[in-house]
């Protein structure tokens, strides 16, 4: 069984607003997130790391939308890997597998988490990605101008969620000695150990700036007109 840790503890300041809270297509942002692992059967319980001053917020939406895996949140730290830490403490640890995901992922799909964990059961640690498909430049940054070009073969781009056997990704966390990380994959590699990537095709963004909401607001409409037709 899997224990799910969603990172919201963010302040928002590249959005100018409160992202998580914002509604979308009748809920909550964060509670798309959340509802998504509430659904996704290997998951036995969700841990959300937030702001203490979310706390109140997130009960109220537990009992508006019956949410029954939905443990008390957990206050995020001064950085992520601080926050993941605070959530991980948090997990029942009889539960063999730890999800990290972001709660500004509200894409996510059940199919796609149990696609990973699949994987990570199988491998010890799995993350979802896609393949950069875009042309890379490097920059000069004297001139602001580019430089050379970046070979995007074998590049990809990481997402979450991202998927461990709880005794590596504990490990991982234990040898950081104050390092930092922006993802979970990053912390497992320090200790030598390869993460499985799960190739995702649908979309799965991170909203971070106002552009990024019509088109989660396009693509969660267009998933609940598909499901009642």
């Known amino acids: 069984m899997i224990s799910a840790v969603v990172v919201a503890g963010g302040s928002s300041r590249r959005m100018g607003f409160d992202k998580l809270g914002v509604e979308v297509v009748g809920k909550p942002l964060l509670a798309h997130t959340i509802a998504a692992f509430e659904a996704t059967t290997q998951v036995s319980e969700i841990i959300v790391v937030a702001a203490p001053e979310r706390f109140d917020l997130l009960a109220g939406w537990k009992e508006r939308f019956g949410w029954k895996k939905l443990r008390p949140p957990v206050a995020g730290g001064l950085e992520r890997f601080h926050s993941v830490m605070g959530g991980l403490e948090a997990t029942d640890p009889a539960h063999p597998l730890i999800a990290v995901h972001d709660g500004a992922r509200p894409l996510v799909t059940p199919e796609l988490i149990h696609d990973c964990a699949v994987v990570a059961a199988e491998t010890g640690a799995a993350s979802v990605a896609a393949p950069v498909t875009e042309t890379l430049k490097r920059r000069d940054p004297t001139t602001g101008c580019t430089s050379e070009p970046v070979d995007r073969t074998e590049l990809w781009s990481m ?16 040898a950081l000695d104050g ?17 499985k990537l799960v190739e995702n095709p649908e979309w799965n963004v991170k909203v971070t700036y106002p552009r990024d909401l019509p088109l989660v607001e396009w693509v969660l409409a267009d998933r609940f007109a598909s499901r009642s037709t």
């Open 159 to 174: 997402q979450t969620p991202q998927i461990f056997r709880r005794e590596i990704l504990l490990k991982a966390y234990a």
């Open 179 to 195: 390092r930092s990380v922006t993802d979970e994959a990053s912390a497992v590699e320090l200790t030598g150990n390869p993460v």
